[in-house]
Nanobody, 123 residues
Framework: QVQLVESGGGSVQAGGSLRLSCAASGDTESSYCMGWFRQAPGKEREWVASLNTYHKTTYSDSVKGRFTISRDNTSNTLYLQMSSLKPEDTAMYYC?????????????????WGQGTQVTVSS
């Protein structure tokens, strides 16, 4: 079993920055894809970014160039640095661990999910 606990969410004005953290515990084997999803009110959950065991990163077009995903295997922590935030980034952000070492964007390819942390960006 894996437990994922997100932190770092909050309210920020457009153009600001936030860094989300995700602390993993339990089976913290590092050879799995890790990532972030988000869900805005009234919208479907969407993939945001992923990072595989070789530190290869992928991003959705909506956040590319503004968000950076990283991981610290020593502390079993995943990060999402978010810059140039826009009101449309407002959402609940979820940390996820994949079923495989290769990263995919489909929700079904992620086995473990955190409870989420809220990010609100005001204009």
């Amino acid at each position: 079993q894996v437990q994922l606990v997100e932190s770092g969410g909050g309210s920020v004005q457009a153009g600001g920055s936030l860094r989300l953290s995700c602390a993993a515990s339990g089976d913290t084997e590092s050879s799995y894809c890790m990532g972030w999803f988000r869900q805005a009110p009234g919208k479907e959950r969407e993939w945001v970014a992923s990072l595989n065991t070789y530190h290869k990163t992928t991003y959705s077009d909506s956040v590319k160039g503004r968000f950076t995903i990283s991981r610290d295997n020593t502390s079993n922590t995943l990060y999402l640095q978010m810059s140039s935030l826009k009101p449309e980034d407002t959402a609940m952000y979820y940390c996820v661990r994949g079923r495989y070492s290769i990263c995919y964007i489909g929700e079904h390819t992620y086995r473990y999910w955190g409870q989420g942390t809220q990010v609100t960006v005001s204009s």
